[in-house]
């Protein structure tokens, strides 16, 4: 026992809290107990915590055996009683609703998984699991339990079969009659099996029948002889609800299925519509590039501008860095000095080929390279071919440029100006006035 005072809390009257340790329905392992003082006139700021003391030596000599044997304790004794047995009541009460809601959660009657492969031990056999393990209470309860087993294998597997889908109705019911075994072994259930045999009887002999039933109309030649193994397997076990070997044995048909299982239409569940939708994304997007590709290289065969490999492996994905510094360092420093050796020695068609090739490689990896993503304000590569203009405008402006030569450069030009890149982004918009010595 502990005994604690406080009273230099602001806005909290005085208090004695008293703490006897306890492991009966406390979580804490605690029961404690609060003696306001606040309003009490002889509790004064002055002597509380003589007050305090005082009980603390006093309350330990009331807890004895006379006490014990008094009225009033007996009196509170029956009132802590009837609390406690309340609250573990109370207790049991949530826990049975707790189970039942997890009950009612199985599937409404006739639900089939989506998919075109479905694994049904995943989506049925929880639901079955889940109100074979249940444990009833009360004759109530163990009733739930079986109108719930009863649904299953009436109303399910009707709907089933409506819905031509007999591979669900024989997957319920094959998953059921496998786990009545282990139902059946439950000997906490045992007063109940005894006291309702009769509908146990109809309820096992349904289920085999259904189970039967549902794969001849699948005609599946490897269901049936599956569902027949678990008839022989089980026909002994139900003796003492007086369920005989022969009538379970009597549902195996005498037949034999020939041909294929009936056709399933099986619906695609959300997950397989998403990745047929991306599938289907995915080839358009490759046939508009296949058709884009195809348009590219028809439209090589008529350019005045053939690509160069060369160049194009300067505008490699793994070049890129951001504002494209590299490439564009490349470009001044590899075009450019092959531009001036072509000048110098007189072959200024080749240089200005050049030029024009680099400038639509970096058109067209601006645009299928998403080059706008790699800087703000500056993109190094654009800013490298006006330097690269500004050597041919130096060139003409010498007198190195035939007349024929400015016409091609011309001309070609207008390529360049139809590409994207140009005309939607402003790319190579260079001043292109020339002029003379």
């Known amino acids: ?97 707790k189970h039942r809601n997890e009950l009612r959660k199985i599937p409404k009657f006739g639900y089939i998984p989506a ?29 739930y339990q079986v109108r719930t087993l009863e649904k299953m294998m009436t109303k399910n597997i009707d709907k089933c079969l ?21 139902w059946k072994a439950r000997k906490e259930l045992g007063t109940y099996f005894n006291q309702y045999k009769p509908r146990l009887r109809k309820l096992v002999k349904t289920s085999y029948k259904a189970m039967v039933d549902s794969a001849i109309a699948w005609n599946n ?80 065969k008529h350019s005045h501008i053939p690509l160069n490999s060369e160049i194009e492996q300067l505008f490699a994905p793994d070049h890129i860095d951001w504002e494209c510094t590299r490439i564009g360092h490349d470009i001044y420093d590899w075009v450019g000095k092959e531009m001036k050796l072509q000048f110098a020695i007189g072959d200024s068609h080749a240089a200005i080929l050049l030029f024009l090739q680099t400038v639509k490689s970096m058109c067209r990896h601006f645009i299928s390279d998403e080059h706008w993503c790699y800087f703000d304000d500056i993109y190094d590569p654009d800013d490298s071919c006006d330097l690269l203009l500004k050597i041919i405008k130096s060139a003409h402006a010498s007198g190195l440029i035939s007349q024929p030569d400015m016409d091609f450069f011309h001309e070609a030009w207008k390529e360049i100006e139809a590409m994207e890149a140009h005309w939607n982004y402003g790319i190579a918009s260079y001043n292109m006035e020339f002029s003379g010595k």
């Open 1 to 97: 026992m502990s005994i604690l005072y406080d009273s230099k809390v602001p806005h909290r009257p005085k208090t004695l809290e008293v703490a006897i340790n306890s492991s009966r329905g406390i979580d804490n392992g605690l029961i404690g107990l609060s003696l306001a003082l606040e309003n009490n006139p002889l509790v004064t700021e002055e002597n509380v915590e003589v007050w305090a003391n005082y009980l603390k030596e006093k309350l330990p000599g009331l807890i004895n055996k006379k006490a014990m044997e008094s009225v009033a304790f007996r009196q509170v004794e029956e009132k802590v009683n009837s609390r406690y047995k309340e609250e573990q009541h109370s207790k049991e009460r949530e826990k049975v609703a």
């Open 115 to 143: 998919g075109l492969t479905v694994d049904y031990i995943d989506w049925y056999d929880y639901y079955i699991t889940s109100a074979i393990e249940w444990t009833p209470n009360d004759s109530d309860d163990f009733l």
């Open 162 to 182: 409506e819905a031509h889908r007999p591979d669900a109705a024989y997957a319920q019911a094959f998953l059921l009659c496998k786990q009545f075994p282990s």
């Open 221 to 300: 030649q490897s269901a049936l002889p599956e569902a027949t193994e678990l008839i022989h397997t089980h026909c002994s076990l139900y003796t003492d609800w007086e369920l005989e070997q022969t009538d379970l044995q009597s549902l195996i048909p005498d037949i034999t299925i020939t041909g294929e299982p009936i056709s399933i239409n099986s619906v695609p569940s959300k997950a397989e519509q998403a990745e047929s939708r991306r599938e289907q994304l995915h080839k358009e997007q490759e046939a508009r590039r296949m058709a884009e590709q195809e348009a590219e290289q028809e439209a090589e």
